[in-house]
Each structure stands twice: as structure tokens, then as C-alpha cells.
């Protein structure tokens, strides 16, 4: 017969290794976790800044671009309203406070710094080190556009309101009072998220982070530990190929004429040309006029001087 106290410990190494097994993070899969907490609890910490990650709700945006920087993941290839602004500098390297948000200021390896909002997406020109941030203006409005494949009818508009509002709440924690409007014209959904700062209370996730778990869902790159996204309305899945996503600032962003495309200024340039050449063309087009008029003159002239004579 095994001795008790054998048994005893065979049974704690059983449930140990079965703890450090299940080690994982639910809400974030970008985490080293082991049983290293009080107690021998599961401590999981994010990649690329060494933050104890609180699995029990969103990780930071900050912290999840950080992650993604980390040379220990494997990464993949990777009307909106006036005034708002897209992700077009794509991945970089944050700064983060000490609480995982963005700093006002990032910089990159070249010097090259920029001011960033609560999401940090750019919202000014890209200058030198002199460059001064004053404050970290809030995302109070996200509206996040999708499309859907084609099917032979669209959705149910209530049905797929309803579905949508229970995700954000139920995946991404959001309270359904941030979820504004649920808009849908096959095949495009339109929602609509708004969180001012004095809207926002304690414990609330921020939209900044809900939006950004989204798009990674939406894009197959989900951050959550072994829990791919399945959105369905009455039982049909919704197959989203496309989004877009777009920020509005408490502040209006501070971009100058450096931030038009090529595009915009080969556009503005042919207007300005075609203004020039139609001005060059109403004065040659006065001078022949004016000078039909002239010969007119001395013709009409030359015939009243030799009926004079007569």
C-alpha cells in the first residue's frame, strides 16, 4: 500500500503541473505566463515591455503594438466625420507610460518624433526632437466600417444590431452605452463607439482598446488566447473582407499642407494649370478681337475720306 504522505505529494506535483498546463492569459495571447504569482497563482507578463498583464480585461493598445514589436512573436505580414483621422503609419514601436498608454510624444530610430492621440494614431506633422507634445489629446468617437461578403439577401438590420451590440459586450467588455448606432446598408455596418473622458468611469475598458481587438479579430490575428472571433446573426455567420476604421479627437488633429498626398497636389497643380491657360486664352482671344475691331476702324475710315473727295 503507498504510503499517504506519497500520495499526498504525488497529487500536489498532479495539480501543479496541471496549473502551469493552464497557465495561460485568456485576453491576451501575446503573454509569458507561469505559476510565479503568491501562492504559486498564474502571472502572466507582456511581451516586449515585461507589464503584469490583468487577464481579466483588455490589454492596452500601447502594450499590444509593443508585443508585436517583440522579436519573440512571430508576426504576420502584416462619410467618416471632419476631422478624422486613419492608421497610415502602420506598425512602430510605442512609448508607453507606466500605466501601458501612449506618451503624447513617439519617436522613432531616425529622430523623427510626432504628437499621437489615446489610440496612438499621428495627429501632427513628423519633426525633430524639438518637437513638443503639450498634452495626450482623448479618442472620444470611433467608427469602425465594415463589409461583408456578398450573400443572396442582406441581414436582418435588428438582428444584426443585436449581435453586434452582444459581442462588444460580452468579448470586448464594453458597456452597451459606448456602443452609439448599429447602421447597416448591404454590405456595408457602420458602428459607431463614444466614450468621452468624463463619460468613462473606473474599470471601464477604453473604445481605444475595444476598437483595436476588433480589427486584429476582423483581420485573424486575434489577441485573445484560442478564441477566434464568431460573429453570427440568427445562426448565419458574418464573413467581414473589409475594414476601415476612423478616429475623432476631442481636438482637431495639426497637420499642414506637408500632409496631402502626391495625388492631392497633382490635382491641385492641373486645376491651377487649366486656370492659367484659360486666362492666357480670354486675353489672346481680347487682342484678335480688339484688333478685328481697329481694322474695322481704319477701313470704315479710308471709305468716309473718299466720299469726301467725291
Excluded at 504522505?5 to 495561460?24: E, S, V
Excluded at 501601458?100 to 499621437?116: D, H, L, P, T, Y
Excluded at 475594414?243 to 486645376?271: C, H, N, W
Amino acid at each position: 500500500m503507498a504510503h499517504p504522505l506519497g500520495l499526498a505529494l504525488l497529487l500536489a506535483a498532479a495539480i501543479g503541473w496541471t496549473a502551469t498546463q493552464n497557465c495561460t492569459c485568456p485576453t491576451n495571447r501575446w503573454t509569458i505566463c507561469n505559476p510565479s504569482g503568491p501562492g504559486g497563482a498564474c502571472q502572466c507578463t507582456v511581451l516586449g515591455s515585461g507589464h503584469v498583464a490583468d487577464c481579466g480585461t483588455l490589454t492596452s493598445k500601447c502594450l499590444l503594438l509593443k508585443a508585436r514589436m517583440s522579436p519573440h512573436k512571430g508576426r504576420k505580414l502584416i462619410k467618416p466625420p471632419e476631422h478624422a483621422v486613419v492608421d497610415n503609419d502602420g506598425l512602430y514601436h510605442p512609448d508607453c507610460d507606466s500605466s501601458g498608454r501612449f506618451k503624447a510624444r513617439q519617436c522613432n530610430q531616425s529622430s523623427e518624433c510626432w504628437c499621437v492621440n489615446s489610440v496612438g494614431v499621428r495627429r501632427t506633422d513628423k519633426g525633430d526632437q524639438t518637437l513638443r507634445c503639450d498634452e495626450l489629446v482623448r479618442t472620444s468617437y470611433i467608427l469602425i466600417n465594415l463589409r461583408h461578403q456578398e450573400r443572396a439577401r442582406p441581414f436582418n438590420h435588428s438582428d444584426l444590431s443585436r449581435a453586434l451590440r452582444r459581442l462588444f459586450q460580452e468579448r470586448y467588455q464594453l458597456s452597451p452605452r459606448y456602443v452609439t448606432a448599429v447602421e447597416y446598408e448591404r454590405p456595408t455596418i457602420q458602428i459607431e463607439l463614444q466614450q468621452n473622458a468624463s463619460q468613462k468611469a473606473r474599470g471601464d475598458v477604453d473604445i481605444a482598446d475595444v476598437a483595436y481587438y476588433f480589427e486584429r479579430d476582423v483581420k485573424g490575428d486575434s489577441v485573445f488566447h484560442n478564441a477566434p472571433l464568431g460573429l453570427e446573426v440568427r445562426g448565419e455567420p458574418v464573413h467581414v473582407e473589409d475594414t476601415m476604421i476612423y478616429y475623432v479627437d476631442e481636438k482637431p488633429p495639426q497637420f499642414s499642407m506637408k500632409r496631402m498626398t502626391a495625388g492631392l497636389i497633382a490635382v491641385i497643380v492641373v486645376v491651377a494649370l487649366a486656370i492659367v491657360a484659360g486666362i492666357v486664352v480670354l486675353v489672346v482671344s481680347n487682342k484678335r478681337k480688339s484688333g478685328k475691331y481697329e481694322k474695322v476702324e481704319i477701313k470704315e475710315m479710308g471709305e468716309m475720306n473718299k466720299q469726301l473727295n467725291l
